[in-house]
């Protein structure tokens, strides 16, 4: 069964400070990997997608399937990136559910 | 564009009651897909419908049950609700073809069983 690890609950760093939102997974097939953000008092929404390889809001995501990893990584923390991240699991190239991690609420501060 | 709206935004009900979910995907979008968001447990996968029909379901009793009408839109139904029922409920759609694992989600319901 897939399973998706957020080994934190919270993480807080200065602005301006490096972030790294970890997430590990476990999938025998071949996994399409997701970040879902919720920013306070919005609908969740996808932040990023690992098939499309993209930079969004500063924010970069690499696939490690050596590791089954997939962290979220910005050189640069702002205040507006405080959020509450989910990373997610799904399968390859065809419509499936979403398995999510438990979250990592990520706090910037001045 | 309208995105996935989800109604009622809250309901209260008691043990033993039923509740009814609705859900309208984003216009084009073919798939919808049910979460359930309690506290401390994270986002649990629900149901999955496309065209009609149910295609998965997770973990869930059979009194949690739902539906996809012609016009693609979902009702989800819970049936002699539990004090743990409590939760957000969500509602997300795709659309079909390649693009289908992206999903969009809706502001969810929030059911309070009391």
């Known amino acids: 069964a897939q399973r998706v690890t957020q080994p934190e609950k919270l993480l807080s760093v200065f602005k301006g400070a490096p972030v790294e939102l970890k997430c590990n997974y476990s999938?025998?097939?071949?996994?399409?990997l997701f970040w879902y953000v919720q920013y306070s008092r919005q609908r969740l929404q996808l932040l990023l997608r690992h098939i499309s390889r993209e930079s969004i809001k500063g924010f970069t995501a690499d696939l490690n399937k050596g590791e089954t990893s997939f962290h979220l990584k910005k050189p640069f923390a702002q205040e507006e990136d405080s959020a509450m991240y989910y990373c997610?699991?799904?399968?390859?190239?065809?419509?499936?559910?979403?398995?999510f991690g438990t979250g990592t609420r990520l706090q910037v501060t001045l | 564009e309208a995105g996935v709206t989800q109604s009622p935004t809250h309901l209260i009900k008691t043990r033993g009651q039923q509740a009814t979910l609705r859900c309208s995907p984003i216009?084009?979008?073919?798939?919808v897909y049910w979460y359930q968001q309690a506290l401390g447990l994270g986002l649990q996968f629900l149901l999955w419908y496309d065209e009609g029909e149910e295609r998965n379901r997770g973990n869930f009793p059979p009194r949690f049950s739902g539906r996809q009408f012609p016009n693609y839109s979902s009702e989800l139904n819970v049936n002699a609700l539990e004090l743990e029922d409590s939760a957000l409920y969500l509602c997300?759609?795709?659309?079909?073809?390649?693009?289908?694992?992206?999903?969009?989600f809706g502001a969810g319901t929030r059911l309070s069983v009391l």
């Open positions: 216009s084009g979008h073919t798939s």
């Open positions: 997610a699991l799904s399968f390859t190239g065809t419509a499936s559910k979403l398995t």
């Open positions: 997300a759609s795709s659309l079909p073809g390649e693009s289908k694992n992206i999903q969009y």
């Open positions: 999938y025998s097939g071949s996994p399409e």
